[in-house]
């Protein structure tokens, strides 16, 4: 039902100012790289931006050459059937395996018949092996 694989995600903490992820998006664009993910939200007056891409080190250089300081760290991306209940089904699995999900995001269109969904929670080795049951 689930396809799930492990994939890096880069990591970035900024100042919350209009125009920076504008920024960050073309620093990324301009080294050719695909973003295949992204979310975004201010904690605690910061702004947290999270991007799995098709490059990380490309990504990161062009990041860490304007002075961001991008962490990349260990993720799920899960392909799911776009329908009603999925996420339900998704967070069952992992609830059941005792999982605790740190962070989640997901998107998908009107017509798809799936969506591609990034998390990371406490074991997301074991994430894998439960979402590919």
Known sequence: MFTAQQVKEITVE?????????????LVAEKG??????QGGVQDGRAVI???TDD??????ALRARNY???????VMAEIPHRPGMLRVLTEKLARAGLDIDHLYATAGPGDVHCNLILSC????????????
């Open 69 to 75: 300081l991008p962490l990349e760290s260990e993720a």
């Open 50 to 52: 999270r991007m799995v």
């Open 122 to 133: 406490t074991d997301n080795g074991r994430a894998i092996v439960e979402l590919n049951r």
């Open 14 to 26: 900024v100042r919350n100012e209009i125009g920076v992820l504008h920024e960050m998006a073309k």
């Open 33 to 38: 790289v695909s973003i295949l993910a992204l």
């Open 56 to 61: 990380n080190l490309r990504a990161a250089d």
